[in-house]
């Protein structure tokens, strides 16, 4: 029997609900940030993670809801700073409800490294995403 199954274009996902703090990350970074989310959560810090499943189109209502209620937004993402979708969602929050602490948590503007050595040096990891979360609580 197949195992195929079938996800809707332009609904996130919340990975997680909390009050503190939203993170948006998919693909590896939601891994990682969902493993950073539980080790928050130990500390107190309560984490509302959504993984968008779709760039585009993207499902900016629940990530809109999400930070109107947490006040905050942390975008992780394995690719450069410039140019990086994390700018567009930050960008898209800002203009439609501002006044909250936004940050983006990516590589160095330098290409992706596909050796494993190089990638375990430039791309964030779960202690990347707890320092940032805890700088902005």
């Not at 209620?69 to 409800?97: F, H, N, Q, Y």
């Amino acid at each position: 029997m197949d195992s195929y199954f079938e996800e809707p274009l332009a609904k996130a996902k919340i990975v997680k609900e909390g009050k503190d703090i939203t993170i948006v990350a998919w693909s590896m970074m939601q891994l990682r940030a969902q493993k950073a989310a539980d080790l928050l959560h130990r500390e107190g810090i309560s984490v509302d993670l959504i993984d968008p499943r779709t760039i585009k189109p993207l499902d900016m209502k629940t990530i809109i809801n999400s930070v109107k209620k947490t006040g905050r937004l942390l975008v992780a993402e394995e690719t450069p700073k410039t140019g990086s979708i994390a700018g567009e969602i930050i960008t898209s929050v800002i203009e439609t409800i501002g006044g909250v602490r936004v940050s983006r948590l990516t590589m160095p503007d330098i290409p992706y490294h596909y050796i494993p050595e190089y990638e375990f040096s430039t791309v964030p990891d779960i202690e990347d995403i707890i320092k940032q979360v805890k700088s902005m609580i």
